[in-house]
């Protein structure tokens, strides 16, 4: 019974691998918005960028009911161009640890979908928690698939002295990180670019 079960999945993976060897698309971005300070900092940083990201795409938690309205600043066409795509967290607010093994593994399916329909060269991030199964499903398919993606990591600016949770938990999946301020990255080894400032 679990000799078939195995076999399906290996061709799943199989199709995936083969699908994926197109490698990304040059010039295609997957910005992550979280809810309240993340979007707001993600959406002054995408003003000051400009194009610099290329084509972008946006992934936004499904319980975020807020994100999408501050991405009409910068980007107005995007959910009527169909670039923006919501996802499951892993784990939401007050959310029983029992149950975040469950969602964690439907947040890591359906952000695996995500990156295999968007295929993105760049994954830009600020700290939501919505971005951590991204980010290590980023690295895992360069490993093991050889796409070209990479994940820039813009810390947020709240975080003075320590890293975040997210950061601490997929550092070796990140290619690079960028704190605000200049004592974290002498502790940490972060690039420091003072990016809010005005």
Not at 45 to 54: D, H, T, V
Not at 122 to 137: E, Q, S
Request: with cysteine; glycine share 8%.
């Amino acid at each position: 019974m679990l000799w078939p079960l195995l076999a399906l999945m290996a061709a799943a993976w199989l199709a995936l691998i083969l699908l994926l060897a197109r490698g990304g698309r040059k010039g295609v971005t997957l910005v992550v918005l979280g809810s309240g300070g993340h979007t707001a900092e993600m959406v002054y940083l995408l003003q000051g960028l400009g194009a610099g990201l290329g084509t972008k795409h946006y992934a936004i938690a499904r319980s975020d009911k807020h994100s999408v309205n501050r991405l009409q600043a910068v980007d107005p066409t995007a959910e009527k161009e169909g670039r923006v795509h919501y996802i499951y967290r892993a784990r939401e607010v007050h959310q029983s640890m029992l149950t975040t093994v469950f969602t964690t593994l439907l947040a890591a399916c359906e952000s695996l979908c995500l990156l295999v329909r968007v295929r993105p060269r760049i994954l830009f991030v600020n700290g939501p928690g919505t971005c951590f199964p991204l980010i290590i499903l980023v690295r895992l398919l360069r490993i093991f698939c050889g796409l070209p993606g990479s994940t820039v990591f813009v810390e947020t600016i709240t975080r003075t002295s320590r890293l975040s949770m997210t950061v601490r938990l997929s550092s070796w999946a990140i290619d690079l990180l960028v704190v605000n301020w200049k004592q974290l990255a002498e502790t940490t080894g972060a690039k420091f670019i003072p990016l809010y400032t005005s």
